[in-house]
């Protein structure tokens, strides 16, 4: 299915004037409660996930991930040169977890941290309709603001969430308990991920197993474990919500 790409340059200006805008916004909302002067308690498997050095604050850490989401030139990129390809690569990931039986047509479905929503134009092109992204920055139609460590949703709104972002998360024990609240029972969480491979400067945290990743789901499964190629991404972590009520 063609897939149309949004409109940039109208918008260039107004993105370099984004930053001033919503990052005061997003500090009102950010979770200013969480410690940043000890590392981020972990499960027993913390040697796994270690939490990168270096921010004084969650004020720090947004301006850092605002950096990278509004960079003019990156977006353009985004919206242009990758577009088509990216959404090409995700219909195909989806189209298999679709016929793996972990998704399908009718599920409510969330892609965390969306960028400007090539995963959600995947998930539509392949006839899941339902779907949305969240992202420190909105992308409308397909992408809503909101922070990945404090889900703007109600509990057990989703069917279905998938994220390629959990490198960019400072707290990981809340990305992942977000996504555990906002499933609803049952529900399948998808995450590419890398596994013992140094992500970008705009990573949080770097990961050398998946038991760094799957013991911070505290109310789910781990039903399947595969190899992808996704961006930079080699490994895809499929778990599902267990059925009783958080």
Known sequence: ??????????????????LLFL????????????????????????????????????DDYLKLQLNKTLNPRLRRVWATRDW???ISVFSRFF???????????????LCVGARMGQEVAALKSVGVADSIGLDLVPSPPLVVQGDFH????????????????????????????EIERTLRP?????LHVAVARRGDRYSANDLYGIEGVTSLFKDSDLVRVRKVDGFGLDTELVLRKKNRSR
């Open 23 to 58: 990052l005061p916004l997003l500090l009102s909302r950010s979770p200013r409660n969480l410690n940043l002067t000890r590392q981020v308690l972990l499960s027993s498997s913390s040697s796994l996930l270690k939490i990168r050095p270096g921010f004084r604050s969650y």
């Open 95 to 109: 189209t298999e977890l679709r016929q793996s039986g972990f998704l399908s047509n009718t599920s409510r479905t």
């Open 1 to 18: 299915m063609p897939t149309t790409k949004p409109l940039v340059k109208p918008f260039l200006f107004l993105l370099c004037l984004s």
């Open 150 to 177: 404090s889900q703007p949703f109600a509990n057990s709104s989703f069917d279905f969430e998938f994220s390629n972002v959990f490198d960019h998360a400072l707290y990981p024990e809340r990305f992942s308990g």
């Open 186 to 190: 049952g529900g399948v969480c998808v």
């Open 84 to 86: 088509n390809r990216k």
